[in-house]
């Protein structure tokens, strides 16, 4: 008696397990990807083991406490980016046809134009286009370059450019770094100091990889690392509010954004002195992915931030 043959199912899945599958694999952790996809962690996992159950092979190993792809799975990743790149380009290319501006757009930015120009910008996007809403995130120019190529941003606003070929740069804003030291210091009248006469001051530093402190080892050239180390460091503070309040409280003497320090220098509680010989200027640039099609409200915010750049530029 002959046995019928068993037809073996077909391999199947849906878009939305290749995304949660694909946050698991970048961020190498089952924890971190439930929250990029804000679901519960026991949820994602089931639907990892509904996926590699439908497609018949083991997707992901766990090395200690990193979840890697295995052969199969890093196959089915790069199957996986492809398509869920053209739903991306479907659903821009539909909002584009219906001309739609309803929703949300996520901007990364470094620390001075995320705190200090960006809020106000905002503000008066959301004025024209009360249907978008924005989402701000800050952190180092590095992280959000990354994000950006990793598209968890639409677009960034950075202190630098960078050679990646895949970022196009368009300039916003200028900033200026200046000595900034409480009202009451002795040099509180002065225009200009000589940098040497720094090195006897209590001196507040920024934290190694800070922007700032990339800007001003860029402007002191060769000598950067001697100067710096003449100082006297009494704290190195990871934000432009500590260094200020650490200013205002009298612990030392900084180089802030003059962004950073409008407030205080309205109310006359921060005074600012140049350098002698040394203007650190920056500027502060716009950025995109030039691989991705960009959605109808990143357009929208693109375009507000160029055309208004005027308005917040030094």
């Not at 398509?83 to 909002?95: F, I, P, T, Y």
Request: hydrophobic letters at 40%.
């Amino acid at each position: 008696m002959r046995h019928k043959s068993v037809k073996k199912p077909s391999i199947d899945f849906d878009l939305r397990q290749l995304e949660i599958f694909c946050r698991v694999v970048e961020l190498k952790s089952f924890s971190k990807a439930a929250e990029a996809v804000f679901l519960a962690q026991a949820s994602v996992s089931e639907r990892i083991a509904n996926l590699e159950s439908m497609v018949g092979a083991k997707l992901l190993d766990r090395l200690g406490r990193q979840v890697v792809a295995t052969r199969a799975g890093k196959l089915l990743y790069k199957h996986a980016n492809e398509l869920l790149d053209m739903k991306r380009r479907a659903c821009l290319e539909m909002e584009n046809f219906l001309g739609i501006k309803k929703g949300e757009v996520h901007i990364g930015a470094s620390t001075i134009p995320g705190e200090y120009i960006l809020p106000k910008s905002i503000g008066l996007f959301n004025e024209k286009y009360p249907s978008i809403s924005v989402v701000l995130a800050i952190a180092d120019t590095d992280e959000i370059k990354r994000r950006i190529l990793h598209g968890d941003f639409d677009l960034g606003v950075v202190g630098s450019k960078s050679a990646n070929r895949e970022l196009i740069f368009k300039e916003l804003w200028n900033d200026e770094l200046v000595l900034a030291v409480p009202r009451n210091h002795r040099w509180s009248k002065k225009g200009e100091i000589d940098i040497k006469e720094l090195s006897n001051e209590p001196f507040i530093l920024r934290e190694v990889g800070s922007g700032t402190l990339r800007i001003i080892e860029e402007y002191l050239g060769p000598s950067a690392s001697k100067i710096i180390d003449s100082l006297h460091v009494v704290a190195r503070l990871g934000s432009s509010t500590a260094v200020k309040e650490g200013i205002k409280a009298g612990l030392g003497v900084s180089i802030l954004s003059s962004r950073a320090i409008e407030t205080e220098l309205e109310t006359g509680s921060l005074k600012t002195l140049q350098l002698k010989g040394i203007c650190m200027l920056r500027k502060f640039y716009l950025i995109i992915d030039k691989r991705r099609t960009v959605s109808p409200i990143c357009r929208a915010m693109l375009d507000f931030l160029v055309s208004t750049s005027s308005l917040f530029r030094q």
